[in-house]
């Protein structure tokens, strides 16, 4: 019982569970796009059948548990908006969105225009774009609770949770995926039944939108987490696995397997040197990939139909526009934009941390931290978060968010019932996020004046001991 009550009560075996469904999720599509894609015109029942059940199973088991989890939340007094771990709880909203855009789709769409259309006809009808919009937030849940959590390492599950949203946006894009259509080879059916400057146009497109997605995955992770050697390897092999079910072309699975182990080699050499690569990874990701995959298509036995310039442009083309994207989901706005406005965008001065026990600041200082305990990005922003003693080696927002959850969990085993009394309160309402503020009054038998007393005074406290820790740390 205790193992069953894990499933539903520990965030991360939470994150196992709906990793492990949503990756049968995502392979019951890309199997069911086997189906229709595989013989021009034909849709083959079987692997279409197969896939639609896998997807119906794995949505309806999620949804399943989900709820279960959503309703003993509530069954414990949680908020609406908290009964579900971090993250999860626009899985779960995105997983009712995909079945209600499910039961439109039979109930009125394919009845009205139709459900034996194929290619682009069939993947981009209203009711399948809203399908595979929720299908990436589904399967996004852990890689936004281990951010939100502030993870320092990405693990595996956050891994595949990556590498399952990257497959959403690959399905979404299979049209123009090189793995699924290689028009530069020279055997390609397609190709030969087209004009050369289709072929080539095509495949140009194919790869430049390619690269540019998994230059983005890459940047993603490695600026959002510590990456273990041959996580990018891990993320990309399993996108290509799936992108490679949809036309059988498994041979053209080293191209994304060599991007990924070039992509982590890359992170391994740049951790030497102060900061995070940016540009630079998205450059070798593009171009290895790029580089990878016309050298397979010319090592097939059809060859390649491209020539030597046209070969080396795509490269550099690939290479090129990661790194421009790189460095502009990196940067931000250019100086040259913000500039001129600066003068409507000076913020006022921000208070900073005080050892006067008179400052009203410091415990508005301590109470907006702990709002933030499940953002580290606005925690990373706090004043707490520059304090000598908590900037050490890892990230400010993970040590603030550490040391403030230490420092109430020393206060709620306090031998002063009052000092005890603040810190349960601090425990339940910001750490384990039990649920509003009357029904944690409920839950400790306080009236209102008493319960915000001991709250102020636990905001008192939890300062007091970061300044103690701030003088001797």
Known sequence: MKVLRRFVDDPGAVDAVVIVLATWFVLGGYVAAYAYVHEPGVVLVGPSKAGLTTVTAAWSLLTLYLFAVFARGLRDGRVWNRALPDGQTGTFAAALIFGAAWILDQAFWSPVFGSNAIGLDSLFTPPHLVEIAATAIIVSGPLRAAARRGETVASPVTLTSAALLLSALTFATQFAHPLIDPWPAGDYEFRIAAQTWIGENMGMAALLAQTAILAGTGLLLNSGFKLRPGSLTFVFALNGILVCITKGHFSLLPAPILAGIAADAWVAWSGRRPGKPSASLCAVIGGTY???????????????????????????ACTMLSWLMGRVLRAGLPAAVVEPYAVFMDAPSEERWTLDPDRAAREHLVRAALDDL??????????????????????????????????????????????????????????????????????????????????????????????QISVTG
């Open 374 to 467: 499940g953002t580290p990005e606005a925690l990373g922003r706090s004043p707490l978060a520059r304090l000598p003693s908590v900037s050490k080696s890892e990230s400010a927002a993970v040590e603030l968010r550490a040391l403030l959850v230490d420092v109430i969990g020393e206060l709620a085993a306090s031998s002063s019932p009052r000092d005890a009394e603040s810190g349960h309160l601090l425990l339940d309402y910001y750490v384990r996020r039990v649920g509003s503020h009357e029904l944690i009054m409920e839950r400790l038998h306080m009236s209102r004046p008493t319960y915000y007393r001991r709250l102020h005074h636990g905001f008192e406290l939890v300062a007091d001991r970061i300044d």
């Open 290 to 316: 790029a580089f990878a995959y016309m050298a397979e298509i010319s090592l097939l036995p059809g060859g390649t139909t491209w020539g030597a310039s046209l070969w080396a442009g795509a490269i550099i």
